[in-house]
């Protein structure tokens, strides 16, 4: 196995921090090459290291699901040469290998984020794209909690992955709360968050935590509200859905914020309490 240093003993994911939390922001799902680069050029002196856009789109119902693997390219070559590192969600672990291939031909140090989502809980599944990843030293790994409440299940994500071989060092995981059910949701969430169980996890695993807004709100004010609500557990970073047309998004346009609206939030969500006042 390769292992790279980042100089002061940084591991990969303090490359991607800022003012030391991982933030990584976009749009819910890549719709064209001009949308990315609109996001991309309004985004990439905001201070974020990482930019999100999903090639594939499990849906809930049928319904538009992506640009798939033509939309590799153009994620690729509209974020690395500008500094940022983009972020993905795969479903399969084919998927990885086109990844890497791609990410490869823009050399050793080009780096990706490709998550696990929630609804992709099939474990040899996630065995099979953990091994594909763990041949490339320069990829870091998330899983998203899975759907419904339930830490074992959580947990037993990680460890199918280090179980696969995948470094530790390069994992991460995300809360974005889990499926309602029978739960009483006063807020009317889309996804609860559990709080309590998201810090258990990071205890019991040691990787980073981080907390996904957008899917536990799924309306703006409510992405505001999780925020606030958070950040009395100290979460290790955050994945944000922003939009340059949200009216005009394909998909989740309720609960993507304006890229004003996310450049407002920016201060809050690193803890410089006294520039989010005054962005207020
Ligand atoms: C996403 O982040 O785009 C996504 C589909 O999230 P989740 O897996 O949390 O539903
Ligand atoms: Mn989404």
Do not use: M, V
């Given at each position: 196995m390769i292992f790279l240093t980042y100089g002061d003993g940084m591991s990969i994911l303090d490359t991607i921090r800022y003012k030391g939390k991982i933030i990584i922001a976009g749009?819910?799902?890549?719709?064209?090459r001009a949308q990315l680069k609109n996001c991309v050029k309004q985004l990439k002196?905001?201070?974020?290291m990482a930019f999100r856009a999903c090639l594939w789109k499990p849906r809930t119902a049928p319904g538009w699901e992506g640009l798939?693997?033509?939309g590799l390219y153009y994620l690729l070559e509209e974020t690395l040469p500008h500094g940022l590192t983009p972020a993905t969600e795969i479903i399969t672990a084919e998927q990885a290998k086109l990844l890497l291939k791609g990410l490869r031909s823009y050399g050793d140090d080009a780096k990706m984020i490709v998550w696990i989502g929630s609804?992709?809980?099939?474990h040899f599944e996630q065995k099979e794209m953990a091994r594909v990843l763990?041949?490339?030293?320069?990829v870091i790994f998330m899983f998203k909690n899975q759907m419904w409440e339930d830490q074992k299940h959580w947990l037993g994500i990680y460890n199918h992955i280090i179980t696969a071989g995948f470094p530790k060092d390069n994992l991460m995981t995300c809360h974005r709360g889990?499926?309602?059910?029978?739960f009483d949701n006063p807020e009317k969430y889309r996804n609860l968050p559990h709080f309590e169980m998201a810090v258990q996890v990071r205890e019991s695993t040691g990787i980073p935590m981080l907390l996904d807004p957008s899917h536990i709100g799924g309306s703006v004010s409510n992405v505001y509200k999780i925020i606030n609500e958070a950040s009395?557990?100290?979460?290790d970073g955050f994945m944000i859905e922003v939009h340059d047309n949200v009216q005009g998004a394909k998909t989740d346009a309720n609960q993507q914020l304006t890229i004003d609206q996310f450049r407002e939030l920016i201060p809050l969500l690193v803890g410089d309490v006294q520039s989010a006042y005054i962005n207020r």
């Open positions: 749009p819910c799902a890549l719709e064209s002196d905001s201070g974020i798939g693997y033509w609804r992709n809980q099939n763990s041949e490339a030293p320069n889990f499926a309602p059910g029978h009395r557990h100290n979460f």
